[in-house]
């Protein structure tokens, strides 16, 4: 029995829209649960306009929105993510940092000693690396940590002990990267290298783009996105070119 491309199509989008609807719910239970927009505005940061919108269940949060209101509420993430039992503000985090789902890179709860020994809890800061055209650099802020397997990021060519993740904004290195995909960046590899995706500093902005190195000497930074031409850094703008280091892996969040 054959099935239309066009009805298994839209089977696919049902089933999204309802994964979605679903998120939506567990997000304005969480709110309520953390004490209602005011409070959960205090506690966390994001606006209360957009938590008056998650509340009414008429936006979808990104990833980190998600995980600065499950670390307000106290809430595991995977409780919001997957909807596993119910939401009650409170609970540790370690379950988060040791058990959240969102790629097969991260670690699991359980297992032994042993097994949890070969991940590495690596910072989850809220920096954003503009995947467009500049993110004025800001502060610092570590919303928690994520754990990664040391041996994955070995063959990626990483160093685990000098690894971080931030997340990217913007379209302009779509569809490699989408925007609020999260990116685990090497910040030992902080050479030019050509044909590499980084993450660059280039007076007060912040970028991620791939490296193309030219026979002139000059550097180009390219977005995958065909509709942003290459940015070249001129002789006049080397010396404010900072490499903030290599993009190992990058995640697409829901």
Same mark, same amino acid.
């Given at each position: ?6 009805? =298994? ?8 829209? =309802? ?51 499950? +670390? ?78 040391? +041996? ?14 931030? +997340? ?58 065909? +509709? ?8 006049? =703008? ?17």
């Amino acid at each position: 029995m054959e099935v239309s491309k066009s009805k =298994m199509e839209g089977s696919e989008e049902t089933t999204s829209d =309802m994964e979605a609807a679903r998120l939506r719910e567990r997000i304005a239970a969480l709110i309520q649960a953390g004490g209602g927009v005011a409070v959960m505005h205090k506690k966390s940061g994001v606006p209360t306009g957009t938590l008056e919108k998650y509340a009414a269940c008429t936006s979808t949060p990104s990833f980190l929105n998600a995980v600065r209101l499950a +670390a307000a509420a106290d809430v595991p993430l995977d409780r919001i993510a997957f909807g596993e039992g119910s939401i009650v503000a409170g609970e540790s985090l370690k379950r988060l940092r040791e058990r959240l789902d969102a790629g097969p890179w991260l670690s699991k709860s359980g297992g032994t000693s042993d097994a949890r020994s070969n991940f590495i809890h690596l910072p989850l800061f809220d920096i954003h690396a503009s995947a467009g055209l500049g993110m004025p650099v800001g502060p610092e802020v570590q919303l928690g940590a994520l754990a990664l397997d040391r +041996a994955f990021l070995r063959a990626q060519g990483a160093n685990p002990d000098r690894c971080s993740v931030i +997340a990217a904004s913007g379209d302009s290195m779509e569809p490699s990267i989408p925007n609020g995909a999260l990116l685990v960046v090497d910040h030992g590899q902080t050479e030019i290298r050509h044909g590499h995706i980084m993450v660059v500093n280039v007076g007060e902005d912040l970028l991620v783009k791939r490296i193309r190195r030219r026979l002139d000497g000059l550097v180009e930074l390219i977005s995958d996105n065909p +509709a942003y031409p290459p940015e070249t850094i001129g002789r006049d =703008m080397i010396d404010q070119l900072r490499i903030v280091g290599r993009v190992v892996y990058y995640c697409r969040t829901p």
